[in-house]
């Protein structure tokens, strides 16, 4: 589904602008709709809460999981290619980020509008008359809020930190709240929102995503319950959607064929040389910073869904051989935040880990490599998964936290393994001040 509609937060921010620069702003078109704050306390309204929830959502997720994979191996930032110019971009590349990085600050203000206006929803809906006959719509707001409540919450656990190994977030200008407390607060919104899902899909799918906050967290023997009840081969995923017009994919302007601030690191390429199967590179030229093939848009997205390493190139420049990725093609390529495959490869790692399961484990890689059509394993170990995860699940957001799951960070002590909480907020968060 497309999303045309103002934010929640927008509409509030436009509504309380609205008059006080009326005497300053001449020839400006009269406003043609204006609601009052308390108009959206109605049932009526509820839809429109739910799209704005989304849409906030919508943008900090995409640049989030690119910021996340610059900050790991699984992203690259190289000045030679074309474009490539930001300096916040090197800092993720050295691991020497600065409190005042741009890109890290800048999203984390827009994750917390994206967690002010689910947590907001609740708020409103507790505040709403419902009719008679209208639980089904009142559960359908209350998970949508409680979903996107707990997922920006694992996000501040799983990307954000205080210092370069104390990861977490801050809810509301209060006091940091650690990586370990911030899980807690989001599986406790996502059990919530597991009540008030509406058909089993959903229900797999917040199973998935408990299972994946766990995991993130080393709590391996529940991740291992939630994933059992997860998603199944075939299921739908959860995905981030994006729109060319209104809000398109940041994968696409900042780590893809719109400008390459980021490139994947140059073992993907070196997995297709290995197995051709593995994927496709398909051909293409790079021209004033844009990278374009004669592949359609319709093309570079089936092989996006059916080939889990999709590459543009290669191209060269300036002497230096590089790739672009292309598993997020277009600037509407949807963002998958929990899929069937990465359900799988839990179980196989978790399996491993706790449930003395070599054999189911083995069964779990297979499966998603069969999807691929790749050729079936016929072994498993936790080294090897960790390689499976490094393929399948290429710009999820997974491999920071994998690489510090599986201790093999690949920069020095000193480097941040979190985005960190940046200067605007220590500046303006009594609690963090001076710090």
């Known amino acids: ?180 407390a911030m899980t807690d607060s989001a599986l406790t919104y996502l059990n919530l929102a597991l009540q008030n899902a509406a058909t089993d899909v959903q229900r797999r799918q917040i199973n998935t995503m408990i299972a994946k906050v766990n995991l993130v967290d080393k709590r391996y023997s529940p991740a291992r319950t939630a994933a059992q009840s997860g998603l199944k081969q075939g299921d739908a995923a959860l995905t981030s959607l994006y729109e060319d017009a209104t809000i398109p994919s940041r994968w696409y302007f900042d780590a893809g064929r719109g400008r390459a601030q980021l490139i994947p690191d140059a073992r993907y390429a070196a997995y297709l040389k290995a197995d051709p199967a593995e994927g496709v590179a398909t051909p293409g030229v790079v021209a004033g910073g844009a990278f374009t093939t004669s592949t359609t848009d319709l093309e570079l997205a089936n092989i996006a869904n059916t080939r889990r390493i999709a590459l543009l190139g290669p191209f060269t420049t300036s002497g230096f051989t590089y790739h672009v990725q292309s598993k997020f093609p277009n600037q509407a390529s949807p963002s998958p935040i929990v899929t069937w495959q990465e359900n799988e490869l839990m179980l196989a790692e978790l399996g491993l880990r706790v449930g003395n399961d070599a054999a189911g484990a083995l069964v779990n890689v297979n499966n998603v490599r069969k999807f691929y059509k790749l050729a079936e394993r016929t072994e498993t170990t936790l080294d090897s998964v960790y390689i499976e995860r490094d393929k399948t699940l290429f710009g999820m957001g997974t491999r920071l936290s994998d690489q510090r799951r599986f201790d093999k960070w690949h920069l020095g002590a000193s480097t941040w393994q979190y985005l960190p909480i940046g200067q605007p907020e220590r500046n303006a968060n009594p609690n963090l001040k001076g710090n």
């Open 1 to 180: 589904m497309k999303r045309k509609v103002l934010s929640l937060f927008a509409v509030l921010v436009l509504g309380l602008g609205a008059f006080s620069c009326s005497s300053y702003v001449q020839d400006v078109q009269p406003l043609q709709s204006v609601i009052n704050d308390s108009q959206l306390d109605d049932p009526s309204q509820l839809l429109f809460l739910i799209q704005g929830v989304q849409r906030e959502f919508t943008r900090c997720y995409s640049q989030t999981v690119v910021l996340a994979g610059g900050l790991s191996d699984e992203l690259v930032f190289d000045a030679r290619v074309p474009n490539a110019t930001f300096p916040q971009f090197q800092e993720l590349e050295t691991g020497l980020v600065q409190l005042d990085n741009a890109s890290a600050s800048n999203n984390w203000a827009v994750m917390g509008s994206a967690r002010f206006v689910s947590d907001n929803l609740i708020t409103r809906i507790g505040r709403m008359q419902f009719p008679a006959g209208s639980d089904a719509v009142k559960k359908n707001g209350l998970y949508n809020a409680y979903l996107y409540g707990g997922i920006i919450r694992s996000m501040y656990a799983a990307y954000y930190g205080f210092t370069e190994r104390q990861g977490g977030g801050v809810i509301n200008g209060g006091p940091f709240v650690p990586s370990a």
